[in-house]
């Protein structure tokens, strides 16, 4: 954060005062940046074949099978890893719980930057990006479409995020009047964005609804929506758990010690939150199980893997926050946060790719490049976000 | 005399109804584990 600038007002002097900001400080030889680098270069040349010579040449895509990881683990998975902005916002603003406040501008900003980085790699993915357009700006509108409203929400949640993380943009521009003005935005924007989240979430499991003779029967269900929407919600606090703990190593120095001590009370109550919102999904998922009659679906390969999710991945996380709360282990709530983000990774994974055509002799499976991209895409959003937090007020307010 | 009948607990949605009940009970039980006793929070309030 850049104190020296007194106010940013004129053209020019914001001219200086980005460039100033945009210098890149702190060491360079950091194992992050020795790692990410490369691949993030790696990465761009592979987009540079995928855009001239086609997804083929760079993607296992098919005919038969159209989505791949990176829709499967950037747009499907990343958008529910994004849910804590929508749950976190509720809590403070709306339930009116001022004790997560100090959490609100990191996970808006996380959730704006998976927004951006996720959502954008859905061009990544469709074989005519241009068209990506269509649906904005009235181009052969698919009213009827679950993707209609999956763009549209997408863009407007997007702003509505942006605008919930603009006071913080004001203050590092110093510019007071126009922090006063948004901050006065924000609880509207807030309720559209919850309103928006909850029907964006679940529409992504709505869209799975018509695939239903391709996906395995232990993973489609016609109330996936809700499976989707119930999900995002525990994913989301468990990021903001997990995510949290390496902000509060990693950027150590802009954290004021009285926030360190307050960031593991809030972990407690994050902890519970997820506990009871993880045994509300496995019973869902349990319910559903028994009344579909899925009871000789079980005993094979399929059905293993249905319960290492469900039991491996929902429960026994469920069970770890639980505990981890009652006996104020942080300890044994940050592996269960780990374990219940695998566990909503693997499920979206398993919905989009991994059960997806699992009657097919062949089965897809990510070429590497594939994998180098996904990983690009989210170095690229840690690069943004680690310049974002060194030098805006995300953290702490002067005001 | 009326000859037995086997319900089926599967067609009769008994165990959907069962597994509600259970999930209400245990339910329950979850939001006392995660609520401090009244104890702890006197002390926390002293």
Known sequence: ?399 | MDSFTYVNIFETKGLEYLLLLSFWVLFAYLIRYLSPSVEKRKDSHK
């Open chain 1, 1 to 399: 954060m850049n104190n020296n600038v007194a106010v940013v007002g004129s053209f020019g002097q914001f001219y200086k005062f980005l460039l100033q900001e945009l210098k890149p400080r702190g060491p360079w030889l950091t194992p992050f940046n020795i790692i990410s680098i490369p691949v993030i270069l790696t990465g761009l040349v592979i987009l540079y074949f995928r855009f001239v010579y086609g997804l083929g040449s760079v993607t296992n895509l098919s005919q038969e099978t159209a989505w791949g990881l990176w829709l499967g683990f950037d747009v499907i998975t990343g958008v529910a890893l994004a849910g804590g902005a929508y749950v976190i916002t509720f809590v403070v603003y709306v339930m009116k719980v001022e004790k997560y406040q100090s959490i609100v501008r990191i996970t808006v900003l996380n959730g704006f930057l998976a927004y951006a980085f996720y959502g954008g790699a859905l061009l990544l993915d469709v074989g005519r990006p241009w068209n990506g357009l269509n649906p904005y700006i009235g181009n052969s509108f698919g009213f009827s479409s679950v993707l209609f409203l999956i763009c549209w929400h997408f863009l407007l949640y997007m702003f509505a995020q942006f605008l919930e993380f603009s006071p913080v943009i004001a203050e590092w521009l110093h510019w007071e009047k126009a922090q006063r003005i948004l901050k006065k935005l924000t609880l509207g924007t807030v309720i559209l964005g919850i309103t928006l989240s909850i029907l964006h979430q679940s529409g992504l499991g709505a869209l799975f609804l018509m695939a239903k003779p391709k996906i395995h029967p232990l993973w489609w269900s016609e109330f996936m929506p809700i499976l989707f929407f119930v999900s995002s919600i525990y994913a989301g606090l468990a990021m903001i758990i997990f995510e949290g703990t390496i902000s509060h190593r990693v950027f150590k120095a802009l954290i004021n010690p009285k926030s360190h001590h307050s960031f593991d009370d809030m972990v407690f109550g994050l902890a519970k939150g997820a506990a009871i919102t993880m045994f509300v999904y496995y019973f869902f998922k349990a319910l559903l199980f028994i009344h579909d009659k899925q009871w000789d679906m079980i005993n094979d390969g399929w059905g293993y893997w249905y319960l290492v999710e469900v039991i491996g991945f929902v429960l026994i996380p469920a069970l770890m926050f639980a505990f981890g709360f009652r006996n104020r282990s942080l300890k044994i709530i940050k592996v269960a946060s780990v374990m219940a983000l695998f566990g909503v990774i693997l499920n979206r994974l398993n919905v989009s790719v991994i059960t997806f055509n699992w009657f097919a002799d062949v089965h897809y499976y990510p070429s590497w490049q594939e994998i180098v991209v996904t990983l690009m895409v989210i170095f690229a959003e840690v690069w943004v976000f680690r310049w974002v937090v060194t030098r805006m007020p995300v953290f702490s307010s002067n005001h």
